[in-house]
């Protein structure tokens, strides 16, 4: 599975980014999707996840409320829409899929296989 994540960029404090990561090489549908960001001198953090089916979502407790995860498994692609952003989301965020049972997301980064290149997300106060 190859991930390509996009749609980072500048954002002063309270607005919006959407990101994607497309995926490729094999069948999305079965595969649960995670965002994970790391800001510098950081460890990488869980930020969202969603289950293959997509009823099933998981997020940070900081987050709740702003960002939200989503799929389009027709378009083999997972979306975090973030608003409300602050400059302690400032970080590079990353996609992340692997094969996961039917009714279950996965929150660690060990539960992942595949991971994108990551998108750079700098929100300025």
């Known amino acids: 599975v190859q991930l390509q994540a996009s749609g980072g960029g500048l954002v002063q404090a309270g607005g919006s980014l959407r990101l994607s990561c497309a995926a490729s090489?094999?069948?999305?549908?079965?595969?649960?999707m995670g965002w994970f960001r790391q800001a510098p001198g950081k460890e990488r953090e869980f930020v969202a996840a969603?289950?293959?089916?997509?009823?099933?979502?998981r997020y940070r407790d900081s987050v709740k409320g702003r960002f939200t995860i989503s799929r389009d498994n027709a378009q083999n692609t997972v979306y975090l829409q973030m608003i409300s952003l602050k400059p302690e989301d400032t970080a590079v965020y990353y996609c992340?899929?692997?094969?996961?049972?039917?009714?279950?997301?996965?929150?660690?980064?060990?539960?992942?296989?595949?991971w994108g290149q990551g998108t750079q997300v700098t929100v300025s106060s």
């Open positions: 992340a899929a692997d094969w996961a049972p039917t009714s279950s997301v996965q929150t660690a980064m060990h539960e992942y296989r595949y």
């Open positions: 090489g094999r069948t999305f549908g079965n595969y649960g």
């Open positions: 969603i289950s293959w089916s997509g009823g099933i979502t």
